[in-house]
């Protein structure tokens, strides 16, 4: 069998980041998914790299306490979830499909 053979027949391996903008490796992602390497290292052809991140969400109303004790996080930002803005190169590759509304 020859490279050009073994090329062929080589299948593609799938990588996905789901909520990649929750970690703080965001740059791993950056080199991985944009650069299309891995510590200065060439991913092979047939890797894809597909990645997926969360919106920026604002938590629901709060509910009003009436007995207990009310507790309070002071690191509390109203956000649903932690989420750090992507790098800027990430952008440009990067589509906004909104919320899912009932009809």
Do not use: H
Request: aromatic share 12%; proline share 4%; with cysteine.
């Amino acid at each position: 069998m020859t490279v050009k053979d073994m090329k062929k027949n080589v299948k593609k391996v799938w990588v996905f980041f789901d909520e990649f903008n929750t970690t703080d490796e965001l740059s791993y992602i950056k080199e991985m998914v944009i650069d299309r390497k891995f510590r200065g290292i060439t991913l092979p052809d047939n890797v894809v790299m597909i990645a997926a991140c969360n919106p920026y969400r604002l938590k629901y109303a709060k509910k009003t306490v009436k007995a207990g004790i009310k507790k309070e996080d002071p690191n509390d930002d109203g956000l649903a979830f932690k989420v750090k803005a992507p790098n800027k190169s990430m952008i440009q590759f990067m589509w906004d499909y909104q919320q899912l509304r009932e009809r």
